[in-house]
């Protein structure tokens, strides 16, 4: 690939088609998924959440909303549009769904109702056959549709293993008007008058973030954020949220470099509808000395290019809806140490393809485990990308839209 087409391919959003994936996922499959495709082709569907920019979400809809299309399903995006006091409240919606015992006042219910009930004004559906809506900022929307005829999907990627049930319970007011609600793994099923459904996340395999690299790339990418490569590198990449743990890493970090010499970088950005991220980063910070390289930048290259050079990745989650980045880790051949939690669990399969540790000593010893063999490090890491090829691809989360899209379609009158 030549250095222009590099930059180019780096630079847009990522449109590739169904038949790409044939080389990966086989013949058969993309006949299959082609065919399903064709019985939803005349949709149109409409996907609303609250950012383009950071976080799982965006990293879902960007591809697959690419693809829908690519198949001949019109699909939209729609943004809402939230004041830092929506997002405020947001913010706690998200961290008390996560199971934080905290309050959600009166005022902060009519500023979340009010600013979304603002954003239904201008969001015109009606040409619409299905309405799919992301996570809790935008759940209220349903409320302001009551005559609407076509399905209302809710997908919610938090961690919902354990729900604060004052909150649980004023959300489902909202959630059951819906037709389904659908959540990323079983176990966060919830007691609900109306459907469940279960769909696990996926990549995109050719975007920036994840494509193959030369290691004449990965050199580059590295010398110009002034990352060091004379010692191991160890990095957890994530969006700077206290449920990432990124203090429990630079604890796990300082207790494995007594035994083994190592440098960390943590990488995040912060997402428009997250207002805890920038003190998360001031924490970090404060807490970084000579070993440890933080940066805080969005560019997809840069995560592709660290997680094909760590000789671990962490992604020490203390909550986790299903993270993504242990997926994309995975996808390179990472040796990755993954937090016991939530999609984390569904992805390593604990001293097979990774490791799964609960506390900053855990991560400690496998991280020194690794950093001392790399012939394990090897076999796990190509054990995980196996698995990522034949669980988490984005063909795979395409063919469980359109089953979704089918068995939700309206009846034709």
Not at 179 to 195: C, K, T, V
């Amino acid at each position: 690939m030549s250095m222009l087409s590099s930059a180019v391919q780096r630079s847009t959003l990522g449109l590739h088609t169904l038949e790409q994936y044939e080389p990966l996922i086989g013949a058969a499959t993309v006949e299959r998924i082609a065919a399903k495709a064709d019985r939803v082709r005349t949709m149109r569907v409409a996907h609303i959440s609250s950012t383009f920019y950071g976080g799982g979400v965006t990293e879902l809809l960007t591809p697959l909303t690419l693809m829908m299309n690519a198949t001949g399903i019109e699909t939209d995006w729609h943004l809402i549009q939230g004041t830092p006091g929506f997002f405020g409240c947001t913010k706690k919606l998200h961290n008390t769904l996560q199971g934080e015992s905290v309050d959600f006042s009166d005022a902060e219910r009519a500023i979340y109702e009010q600013v979304v009930f603002e954003n239904a004004t201008r969001l015109h559906l009606d040409e619409c056959d299905a309405i799919i809506v992301h996570d809790p900022q935008p759940l209220p929307l349903i409320s302001h549709f009551a005559d609407r005829e076509m399905p209302w999907l809710w997908q919610c990627h938090i961690d919902l293993s354990s729900p604060h049930a004052p909150v649980w319970t004023y959300l489902r007011r909202f959630i059951e008007q819906y037709n389904a609600a659908i959540f990323s793994l079983p176990e966060y099923g919830q007691e609900l008058r109306i459907d469940q459904q279960f769909v696990t996340p996926a990549i995109d395999p050719f975007s920036a973030k994840n494509r193959q690299l030369s290691d004449r790339e990965i050199l580059e990418f590295l010398r110009n954020y002034k990352i060091p490569t004379d010692r191991p590198l160890v990095t957890q990449i994530s969006r700077f949220d206290r449920w990432k743990d990124p203090m429990g890493v630079i604890d796990a970090f300082r207790k494995a470099r007594e035994q083994v010499d190592c440098t960390l970088v943590l990488v995040g950005n912060n997402a428009s509808d997250d207002p805890e991220g920038g003190k998360i980063l001031e924490t970090i910070e404060s807490a970084a000395d000579e070993s440890i390289i933080v940066l805080a930048v969005d560019d997809p290259t840069l995560v592709n290019a660290l997680q094909r050079s760590a000789a671990v990745v962490l992604q020490k989650s203390t909550r986790e809806g299903f993270g993504l980045t242990v997926t994309e880790a995975m996808w390179k051949g990472a040796a990755v140490i993954g937090g016991n939690v939530g999609g984390i669990r569904h992805q390593i399969k604990d001293e097979w393809n990774g490791f799964l540790v609960s506390t900053p000593d855990q991560a400690a010893a496998r991280m020194v485990q690794l950093l001392k063999d790399p012939g394990l490090r090897e076999q796990i890491g190509s054990r995980a990308k196996e698995s990522v090829r034949q669980n988490f691809l984005m063909s795979r989360l395409l063919e469980d839209w359109l089953d979704l899209l089918a068995k939700y379609e309206r009846p034709v009158v």
